[in-house]
């Protein structure tokens, strides 16, 4: 005689769907640009009575490699991570660590003073400080370096 065993459809499907999306995430995206890691970069964006902040971790990368651009309600951070010069004979058994393009677009919750944005870079994290507005302008925004 076989007992009853109750089931709960919802939690089945949410481990097959679980399962299923590793193993595209691994058997797919392993080697190509910050596939199956999440987005890349990690942004922070910070609404305050003034200006919105954001905070975008670039670890590792030079900030020359990177551009942040404004237009009317828009932020747009794009750039490279380059292939790094390590001269480790080993075989890579791992690697997790990728190089390519990346690009990240936001719609921002209010206009801002385009040619007032500030950004600087600092230990790995990129801080873009937008002052509120409402007028519709765009500029190209310089990074600098700070030590």
Aim: proline share 4%.
């Amino acid at each position: 005689m076989r007992d009853l065993i109750r089931r709960e459809p919802r939690n089945e499907m949410e481990r097959y769907r679980s399962g299923f999306d590793q193993f595209l995430s691994d058997a797919f995206f392993r080697n190509m640009p910050f596939g199956g890691q999440g987005v890349f970069p990690a942004v922070d964006l910070q609404d305050t009575e003034n200006a919105l902040l954001a905070k975008v971790d670039l670890p590792g990368i030079d900030i020359n490699d990177v551009e942040v651009s404004t237009n009317n309600d828009t932020l747009t951070i794009s750039g490279e991570v380059k292939a790094r010069n390590e001269s480790d004979d080993g075989e890579v058994v791992w690697q997790e660590r990728s190089m390519g393009k990346f690009y990240r677009s936001f719609k921002l919750p209010a206009t801002i003073k385009s040619d007032e944005v500030d950004a600087s870079y600092k230990e790995g994290v990129l801080r873009i400080e937008m002052p509120k507005s409402d007028e519709l302008k765009s500029r190209t925004v310089k990074v600098k370096q700070e030590d």
